[in-house]
């Protein structure tokens, strides 16, 4: 196998924080690798360095000749000015450039004459990624690429990058995106790289593998190291006529015990304020902006405890019908009726606005001294910071030096320390790292208050929602009983009933055509088998029908738990089977 890239002992520090010490790895042709890490240990940094646009402090880094090298930043940049097509950066009427325009079409980008200046964050994004791509690098560095798309965009990049024959290495958060697209991953832990052959999941189970023979190897070394100290310390006079090979492994075990998994995580146990039955109600609320409708005479009555999840394509409304029930922006008609015992907990995809020169305890300080954690237990600040992986010493940095996933779990930290009791979390995955997000969808699980999350993440969907709100444009929302991949297979399901129905009359129409044309049409006679098969499908298939439809009005009633949202949607998808076989078949015995 061809190597398109060898890495050998590349160090990175910033100051006396070092990032990396010594890491080594290799990529070959065809290699689809991730690299994991928690934020503030150098991912985006060791991408940057990859691609030349930063410094290593020592090691060295051998590329194959010739080699056509791509990156995506995390935060595309243009020329302001440019239009679209400027922005492409290819020649004109160039192999190049006919891609691009492709490309663009499958992002959903049509005007090449628009100015980057006006575009979204997720159109930036697209435009970017169809640069990026138009160019077929042969190693393309890609710095959390699903950040700003929507479900549809993720899903098809899923697909091109797995279809495709480019290597990549890539920085993200989403699990699903990881599993579906890597066949190998990177993790830096405590400044180590470690290599797995293989995907996410593949990944989990050997990295558990990997801390619990440390821990047993940890454990017997400590053991040892408690019988040496206690001959060290014995007299100078009984150390002297030992060998001096066990006084320089004495040190070296000492050395190995000093290594401790530093395992400590998010821990967001913060008490919920009182919630009381009465949450929120949507009274015909209606939204929209010139031509595009949000909302359409929307009425909703919000559960206590309840979680729900708001999906749908960008530009859809998700954001504005937050800012609505927050009170930030009026509907044009209607109104929401919020409780009294509510406190709204907001943690917006743009971040608060913080002040670069201020220090972290300082900022969060300012929010309240002490975090009630319940059972009378309460954390001052400095306490709840280290709960969110601020050291000591990281608490005293100024905002203006934190990694946007830092900035994050600071934005988290300041929400939750003014002891909300309905969390409203507008895409609160990105820039997260994978350790932390496991451990907000647990918290989010066992939150005791109410929850609506807006996100593209469909791993975190699936783990805390217990419903979705799905935005489909034009004032058009639809009230879902389940998760993000139970949602999925359900659209999927009815998509292939309607393109099997569509067959069909598609069929009878030719057959009708051919029957026509025929001046003498000769039918053969079905045998007396095919004719009782004929008259069972007929009977059989009003009943199915009629059990498909009693499914649907199940599955959009919202009263189901999660096992009967499991359940019938399985038999939804047996019944949509089942009729489109039998359908099928009564054709065949037609014609």
């Known amino acids: 196998m061809i190597n398109y890239l060898q890495v050998e002992r590349l160090t990175?520090?910033?100051?006396?924080?070092?990032?990396?010490?010594?890491?080594?790895?290799?990529?070959?042709?065809?290699?689809?690798?991730?690299?994991?890490?928690?934020?503030?240990?150098?991912?985006?940094?060791?991408?940057?360095?990859?691609?030349?646009?930063?410094?290593?402090?020592?090691?060295?880094?051998?590329?194959?000749?010739?080699?056509?090298?791509?990156?995506?930043?995390?935060?595309?940049?243009?020329?302001?000015?440019?239009?679209?097509?400027?922005?492409?950066?290819?020649?004109?009427?160039?192999?190049?450039?006919?891609?691009?325009?492709?490309?663009?079409?499958?992002?959903?980008?049509?005007?090449?004459?628009?100015?980057?200046?006006?575009?979204?964050?997720?159109?930036?994004?697209?435009?970017?990624?169809?640069?990026v791509l138009a160019h077929e690098p042969d190693l393309l560095f890609m710095d959390e690429p699903t950040n700003h798309l929507d479900l549809e965009m993720t899903e098809w990049l899923e697909g091109y990058l797995s279809r495709g024959t480019l290597s990549l290495l890539m920085v993200t958060h989403d699990r699903y995106f990881l599993d579906r697209v890597c066949n190998r991953i990177l993790e830096i832990d405590q400044r180590q790289l470690y290599s797995y052959q293989g995907n996410y999941s593949y990944y989990l189970a050997k990295r558990q593998e990997r801390i619990d023979a440390f821990q047993a190897e940890s454990e017997k070394a400590a053991n040892l190291y408690r019988k040496e100290l206690d001959w060290m310390r014995r007299q100078p006079q009984a150390r002297a006529t030992k060998a001096k090979y066990r006084i320089d492994s004495f040190y070296t075990l000492e050395e190995r015990t000093k290594q401790r998994r530093d395992d400590s995580s998010v821990n967001l146990d913060v008490k919920a304020a009182y919630i009381g039955n009465k949450i929120f109600s949507a009274e015909h609320v209606s939204k929209r902006f010139g031509d595009r409708i949000i909302v359409n005479d929307y009425t909703y009555e919000f559960a206590r405890y309840e979680k729900m999840g708001i999906v749908g394509d960008n530009g859809t409304g998700k954001t504005t019908f937050i800012r609505m029930l927050l009170g930030e922006i009026a509907p044009d008609s209607g109104h929401f009726d919020i409780g009294q015992t509510i406190r709204f907990g907001y943690y917006s995809q743009a971040g608060a606005e913080l002040d670069e020169n201020k220090k972290v305890i300082d900022v969060v300080r300012e929010i309240a001294e002490e975090a009630d954690m319940g059972d009378g237990r309460k954390l001052g600040v400095s306490q709840f910071l280290q709960h969110f992986l601020f050291t000591p010493e990281r608490q005293y940095s100024y905002v203006g030096q934190l990694s946007g996933g830092e900035r994050r779990r600071l934005n988290l930290c300041m929400v939750l320390m003014g002891n909300p009791n309905f969390l409203v979390m507008d895409e609160p995955t990105n820039d997260l790292d994978i350790m932390t997000l496991n451990i907000l969808e647990q918290y989010l699980c066992d939150f005791k208050g109410c929850v609506i999350v807006v996100s593209h993440d469909r791993y975190f969907m699936d783990k805390v929602v217990d419903h979705l709100l799905v935005f489909k444009g034009q004032g058009v929302l639809q009230d879902f009983p389940g998760n993000y991949t139970q949602h999925r297979d359900w659209q999927e399901a009815v998509e292939r009933e309607a393109k099997v129905s569509e067959g069909a009359q598609a069929s009878q129409r030719q057959q009708r055509d051919v029957r026509r044309d025929q001046t003498q049409p000769v039918k053969r006679k079905l045998t007396y088998k095919e004719q009782k098969e004929l008259e069972a499908i007929e009977a059989e298939l009003p009943l199915l029908e009629e059990e498909k439809i009693q499914i649907e009005t199940l599955l959009s009633s919202g009263t189901l738990d999660t096992d009967a949202v499991i359940s019938q949607s399985a038999r939804y998808a047996e019944l949509v089977d089942m009729i489109d076989e039998k359908t099928m078949r009564w054709l065949e015995l037609n014609d």
């Open 12 to 131: 990175k520090s910033y100051g006396d924080r070092l990032l990396f010490d010594e890491i080594n790895f290799t990529i070959a042709q065809g290699d689809k690798v991730g690299l994991i890490a928690p934020n503030g240990t150098g991912k985006s940094t060791l991408l940057r360095i990859l691609s030349g646009r930063e410094d290593e402090d020592s090691g060295n880094i051998t590329y194959r000749n010739d080699l056509r090298i791509g990156f995506l930043e995390q935060e595309p940049h243009f020329t302001p000015g440019q239009t679209i097509a400027e922005a492409m950066d290819c020649m004109p009427d160039s192999e190049a450039e006919l891609k691009a325009k492709q490309l663009l079409g499958k992002l959903r980008i049509e005007d090449t004459t628009q100015l980057v200046d006006t575009l979204s964050g997720g159109q930036l994004k697209r435009v970017a990624l169809a640069r």
